[in-house]
């Protein structure tokens, strides 16, 4: 109920179109006025030229109970999440973040002390990646915790890598290991419900450090930027896996108007998360390809490059770059090909 009468004739509901159509369909008519602004929407950061460099820009909001349940996620651990997801977000333009500022919504569910906790967090991730923290806004809520990020990164304007620029033929690459986060998550839901119905039973914990680690206290790529510049590399476009390797694979190959073929055996996954998917009845790559939350880069090299990759420790090649024709691939262990869908692969569309 408002005072004032909605009186558009279409009352469309936002499930309609889903979170990426609503970004297009609200900003496709937004037009950039300044010549410094290099990129606005669409990237993992806007790009601004300040210069000598280019400034990078981002912000993401984490909303209790949408984002983050307070249950099983400790709040100094919150706070470093928070700005780690963001510094996520500089890295995957090939940037080095710099300053953050904070924006936080409480309810006078709150103590001081908690949120002591949250700072002790957000204050650890700047120390632990040399970002300062320069300003935010603090406010009440009726409804539970909110946390806004802002954070400027910067970047050498010649090693700046987009969403858009993967070429065909180019090697897809990606960091560290996949689904682990995914799996965290089940460990802690599946210990809440068990909590729930008998709160004197503690949580079992204790055997799943790695994966619970990988979803409470990610890390951003940060390290992987710094290897990167140490082999003399820019990639030719850059992602950060944040939403699960499927999705982060289709925003790639649309920004750079290409398609990609990906290996389900190239994929790399923990030892750790093989075995507890199993226990779990979940298929690992599922977890890897759906989950997200991972944080880890997602890039394109050329060919030429894959000298510098075939050996090293830090990155895996999963697949090549194709003709925007032959489409988004998935190539099972078994040999058949299926298309990449934002929900994984679709098994019910073989080639
Ligand atoms: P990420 O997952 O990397 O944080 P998002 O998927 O949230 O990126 O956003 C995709 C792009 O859309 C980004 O360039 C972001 O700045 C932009 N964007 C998201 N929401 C809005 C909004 N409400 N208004 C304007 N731009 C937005
Ligand atoms: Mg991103």
Partial sequence: MTFFEDTSINKTPISKIGEFRLIDHLTKDA???NKSTIKGIGDDTAVIDIGEKYQLFSKDLLIEGVHFDLTYTPLKHLGYKSVVVNISDVCSMNGIPKQIA???????RFTIESLEELY???KLACEHYGVDLVGGDTTSSKTGLMISLSILGEVEKKKISYRSGAKAN???VVSGDLGGAYLGLQILKREKN????NPTIQPELSSHDYVLQRQLKP??????IKILQKMNVVPSSMIDVSDGLSSELLHLSKASGVGVTIYEDKIPIDYTVMNLAQELNLNPFFCALNGGEDYELLFTISQKEYDKFKKDVDFTIIGYINDKKEGNNFIAKDG?????TAQGWDSTNSK
Avoid: P, R, T, W
């Avoid at 904070?102 to 006078?108: D, H, Q, T």
């Avoid at 068990?194 to 119905?197: A, S």
């Avoid at 890390?219 to 992987?224: M, Q, R, V």
């Fill in 194 to 197: 068990i909590f729930l119905e």
């Fill in 170 to 172: 180019d090697l897809v």
């Fill in 219 to 224: 890390e951003a790529g940060l390290k992987y």
């Fill in 336 to 340: 058949s090909i299926h298309q990449i």
């Fill in 102 to 108: 904070v924006g936080i919504a409480v309810s006078n």
């Fill in 31 to 33: 037009k950039l006025k």
């Fill in 120 to 122: 002790l967090g957000i």
